[in-house]
């Protein structure tokens, strides 16, 4: 029996969903961890990592930046170790998250300017900065860059992801990039094990880590304002950009056809993997594993709320005939 329900991070679910006859496609539905996403995942692991190994004590404070999930999942974390923590989050982070965080006891910066891509990444971590430089005993946790967090995800996730692999093999992975740390975990892990496999990368279009145009994006957790450098160590063998209306389609079409309500950054790896495979001729069965990140319940104001669907339709729309 469990003592807490923090302590029952991974051994998500993993569920079979028909795209045709060949694409055998297996998905870790990650929002079954304690807080809702894999975000779970590192926060537990770098926190006790980072007490076991003496870099941090239990008078430091730990500081984030956050577009929601991590923050939800450090609050937690960082609440049952005692520690403190400062999320620094900005207005496209979801009300509810928002509250979450609050409610376990963090302390939240909300940033309303944006940089000057269009999102407030830069400007969150910039505030980060500002922060570090006049205080003492705080570790910036930042997932964009600590080695921990992509240990997190190959120890854990990625293990997971090789034992439970259809038939013992894996051909294909998608995993959406934002932060980095889970595509540079998982990507590592599974190479290890199935060298011959295909890692593909799903970003959103006006994200630029891989080098698309920057553009203003109004999905949290998929795509970025900067390259993290966490990637530099990432296993990628390709990269498919879908759109924030793709996202949207795919992911009212997990919860009508398979009752799946799940996060944005999943509704764009369902869309990724429909497009990778529109263009590539499948003559054999092949095994095609991704993971859900989070819940869907979060996004009931924006990715399920038809006004709001019809607006970003419209932006989208106005987008392209200004470009």
Same mark, same amino acid.
């Given at each position: 029996?469990?003592?807490?329900?923090?302590?029952?991070?991974?051994?998500?679910?993993?569920?079979?969903?028909?795209?045709?006859?060949?694409?055998?496609?297996?998905?870790?539905?990650?929002?079954?961890?304690?807080?809702?996403?894999?975000?779970?995942?590192?926060?537990?692991?770098?926190?006790?990592?980072?007490?076991?190994?003496?870099?941090?004590?239990?008078?430091?404070?730990?500081?984030?930046?956050?577009?929601?999930?991590?923050?939800?999942?450090?609050?937690?974390?960082?609440?049952?170790?005692?520690?403190?923590?400062?999320?620094?989050?900005?207005?496209?982070?979801?009300?509810?998250?928002?509250?979450?965080?609050?409610?376990?006891?963090?302390?939240?910066?909300?940033?309303?300017?944006?940089?000057?891509?269009?999102?407030?990444?830069?400007?969150?971590?910039?505030?980060?900065?500002?922060?570090?430089?006049?205080?003492?005993?705080?570790?910036?946790?930042?997932?964009?860059?600590?080695?921990?967090?992509?240990?997190?995800?190959?120890?854990?996730?990625?293990?997971?992801?090789?034992?439970?692999?259809?038939?013992?093999?894996?051909?294909?992975?998608?995993?959406? +990039?934002?932060? %980095? &740390?889970?595509?540079?975990? #998982?990507?590592?892990?599974? /190479?290890?094990? !199935?060298?011959?496999? $295909?890692?593909?990368?799903?970003?959103?279009?006006?994200?630029?880590?891989?080098?698309?145009?920057?553009?203003?994006?109004?999905?949290?957790?998929?795509?970025?304002?900067?390259?993290?450098?966490?990637?530099?160590?990432?296993?990628?063998?390709?990269?498919?950009?879908?759109?924030?209306?793709?996202?949207?389609?795919?992911?009212?079409?997990?919860?009508?056809?398979?009752? +799946?309500?799940? %996060? &944005?950054?999943?509704?764009? #790896?369902?869309?990724?993997? /429909?497009?990778? !495979?529109?263009?590539? $001729?499948?003559?054999?069965?092949?095994?095609?594993?991704?993971?859900?990140?989070?819940?869907?319940?979060?996004?009931?104001?924006?990715?399920?709320?038809?006004?709001?669907?019809?607006?970003?339709?419209?932006?989208?729309?106005?987008?392209?005939?200004?470009?």
């Amino acid at each position: 029996m469990l003592t807490n329900i923090l302590h029952n991070v991974g051994n998500t679910p993993l569920i079979s969903i028909d795209i045709n006859e060949n694409i055998r496609l297996c998905v870790k539905l990650e929002f079954y961890n304690p807080t809702g996403s894999v975000k779970d995942r590192a926060a537990h692991y770098v926190i006790k990592k980072a007490l076991m190994d003496g870099i941090i004590n239990n008078e430091t404070t730990l500081i984030e930046s956050s577009s929601g999930n991590f923050g939800v999942a450090l609050s937690a974390y960082a609440n049952l170790n005692g520690l403190k923590f400062i999320c620094v989050i900005d207005s496209n982070t979801s009300p509810v998250n928002e509250s979450i965080i609050a409610s376990y006891g963090a302390e939240i910066i909300k940033i309303t300017e944006p940089d000057k891509y269009g999102g407030y990444l830069l400007n969150r971590i910039e505030k980060i900065k500002s922060i570090l430089k006049e205080s003492d005993n705080m570790y910036w946790v930042n997932q964009y860059e600590n080695p921990l967090n992509a240990e997190a995800y190959y120890e854990s996730l990625g293990g997971e992801m090789c034992r439970d692999a259809p038939d013992g093999n894996i051909d294909y992975v998608f995993l959406g +990039v934002s932060s %980095g &740390g889970t595509i540079t975990g #998982v990507s590592r892990r599974i /190479k290890e094990e !199935f060298p011959d496999a $295909k890692i593909v990368a799903v970003d959103i279009f006006g994200s630029i880590i891989f080098g698309d145009t920057p553009a203003k994006r109004y999905i949290p957790g998929i795509g970025s304002s900067m390259r993290p450098k966490i990637l530099n160590r990432a296993m990628i063998d390709d990269v498919v950009w879908v759109t924030e209306v793709e996202t949207v389609q795919s992911c009212r079409e997990l919860l009508k056809k398979h009752f +799946v309500c799940a %996060g &944005g950054s999943s509704g764009s #790896v369902l869309a990724a993997v /429909k497009k990778y !495979f529109s263009l590539r $001729k499948v003559t054999h069965p092949v095994n095609v594993m991704c993971i859900f990140a989070d819940r869907g319940d979060r996004y009931m104001n924006t990715v399920y709320n038809d006004g709001w669907y019809k607006e970003l339709q419209e932006k989208t729309r106005i987008a392209k005939e200004y470009i």
